[in-house]
C-alpha cells in the first residue's frame, strides 16, 4: 500500500503554494511515496514517555536590548522589488472584489 | 600555477604580515588560478576581479598606515553563496534569487571584512544548500578537483572544490546534515560544523533554522581554527547564539597531541555498510589514535540509526516553513504577473518555476509532516528520537572525550549516479546527521585514499568542546603529513589550467 496517495500530494502541492503540472506530481508522487515509508521509522522508537526536542540548545526568551538603530530606507527595501509604486511593493490583486 | 596558491591561510598571513608578499599580488595569483581553472571545476558562481583587488589594496594600506590587524589579514577567501554580501549577488543557487543583491551583510560576511579577508566570490552550493552533490544547484554542477567526473559532495560543494582545486585557502560553508563535513570528506581536505548556535546565522538564508550551523573549509587543521575564531562569537542579531565565549580552537590546533585522551569508536557507524576502502582507512585512523597514545573504547549509540530519519523530517519540516518567504512580493522572482491572476495564483505559478526539484519535494514533504493527522506519527516522533540521540551522546561523553565514525559511507560517486534517487543521496550524510540533531561540534580530517580517493575520519566532540576536535584533528594531520611526507591534497591530479 502507499504511504501517500496521488490526490494527497496534489492537495500538498495547493498548501505549498506550488502550481505543479501532472507530470510533475506523478514523479514527485512516487518519490514521496518511498521517501516517507523510509522515514516512517521513526515510529519503530518506543518513545511513548520520551519529551520531544524543537532545538539542540536550550535557550529560551532571548531579548536584546529595546533600543531604537537604524535600518534600512524605504529605496533600499523596495530595491529587490519585483514591482513598487509610491514606496510601497506592489502586488497582484488579493481581494476578488477589487479585480 | 603561482607558489603563493599552494600555501595555506597561516602562512599566507605571515608573508603578507611580514611584507614578503602584498594582499594585492596574494589576491592577483588566486584569481589567476581561478581563471585558468574555473572553467573546469565551476566552483564559482561569482568572481569580480577588480572588486576583489580592491579589497586586497583597502588591506595593504590599513597595513601601511600602522593598523594592528589580525592573522588572516589579506587572505583570499571564496564564501558560499547562501550568506548575504551587499556587494555581491546572493541566489542560494536557487532560480528564485536569481540576481538578488541584498541590502545587508551576514554577521560572518561582515567579521570576515573586519578580520581583513579578501573575499574573491560566491560558491556554487545545492539550492538552498539542500543536497549532498551540489547537482541541485540552478547554475549547474560542480566538479570534484580530484576527478572532473564525481560530484565534489554538497551543499557546500563549491566551496570545498574551490579550497581543493587551489582557487582559495580557505572557504565558508554551512552545516544542517553534513554540508561542510561530507564535501570536506570527498575532496581530501578539512572541514569543521562549530557547535550550534557557536557561530551567527544572521543573513544566511535559512533552510532548517534549529540546524543550520556556519562553518570553515581549508586544506589544514589549524588554517580551519584560525577563520573559525575570526567569524565566531556571539551575535545579539540571532536569538539562538550562544553567549559563551569562543572555544579555545586555535589553541587545541596548535596542541596537536591525544596522549591520554579517551575516544570512542561508535560501534553503529564502525563500518557497516561502508565502502570496504572507507572502513579500512576508518580501521587505521583508530590504530593511529591508540599509537599516539589516545585510550580506544567502543561505544554503542542505539539511536543514532534513527537520525537519519529524523532528520529528513525535522529538515522539510523547517524548510517547508521557512521558504514560505519566497512568494513573488518583495524580491526575487515574479512570474505570471499579467493583471489577470491573483497573488496566490502569481506565488504558486513562481515558486513552481523558481524552485528546483528537490526543494519542491522537500517543502511538500515537510508540509506533510507537519499536516493534522499526521503530525504526531512523523514531526512529533522524529522529536522524541532527536532526544533520544541526544541521550546517546550524553552517555557516550561519561566514558570518552571525542567520538569517532567514517564522515561518509563512501567516496565520491559520479555525476548523475543519485540525481534523481533521492533516498540514495540521503544516506551520504548518514553519519554526519547525529552532531546536527544535538547541536554537537565535528570535525572531517583526511585520513587516505580508498580507490584513489579521499576518505574523510569524522571526530565528534560535546556541545561547546570545539577546541577538541580540532586537537584530534590537529594530531591525526601531523602522524599522517609525517608518515606520507606531505598533505594527501599532494597526491590530487594536476588540473590543466586554461592559457589566458
Known sequence: ?99 | MSELVRKGAAELGELIAAGEASAVEVARAHLDRIAAVDGQVNAFLHVDEEATLAQARAVDERRAAGEELGPLAGVPIAHKDVFTTVDMPTTAGSKILEGWQPPYDATVTRRLREAGLVILGKTNMDEFAMGSSTENSAYGTTHNPWDLSLIPGGSSGGSSAAVAAYEAPLSTGTDTGGSIRQPAAVTGIVGVKPTYGGSSRYGIIAFASSLDTPGPFARNVLDAALLHEAFSGHDPMDSTSVDRPVPPVVEAARRADVNGLRVGVVKEFAGEGAQAGVTARFTEAVELLESLGAKVVEVSCPHFTYALSAYYLIAPSEASSNLARFDAMRYGLRVGDDGTRSAEEVMALTRAEGFGPEVKRRIMLGTYALSSGYYDAYYGKAQQVRTLVSRDFDNAFEQVDVLVSPTTPTTAFPIGERADDPMAMYLADLYTIPANLTGNAAISVPVGLADGLPVGLQIMAPVLGDDRVYRVGAAVERALEDRWGGPLLARAPELAEASK
Do not use: C, K, W
Not at chain 1, 23 to 40: G, Y
Not at chain 1, 53 to 68: G, M
Open chain 1, 1 to 99: 500500500m502507499s504511504a501517500i496517495t496521488r490526490d494527497e500530494v496534489a492537495h500538498l502541492a495547493r498548501l505549498s503554494r506550488l502550481a505543479l503540472g501532472d507530470d510533475e506530481l506523478a514523479h514527485l508522487a512516487a518519490q514521496l511515496d518511498q521517501i516517507i515509508t523510509a522515514v516512517a521509522r521513526v515510529q519503530e522508537v518506543a518513545a511513548e514517555d520520551i519529551p520531544p526536542t524543537s532545538h539542540a540548545l536550550p535557550l529560551t526568551n532571548v531579548y536584546r536590548a529595546d533600543e531604537v538603530r537604524p535600518s534600512l530606507r524605504p529605496e533600499q527595501a523596495l530595491a529587490a522589488a519585483p514591482a513598487a509604486e509610491e514606496q510601497r511593493f506592489r502586488v497582484p490583486r488579493i481581494l476578488d472584489e477589487e479585480a
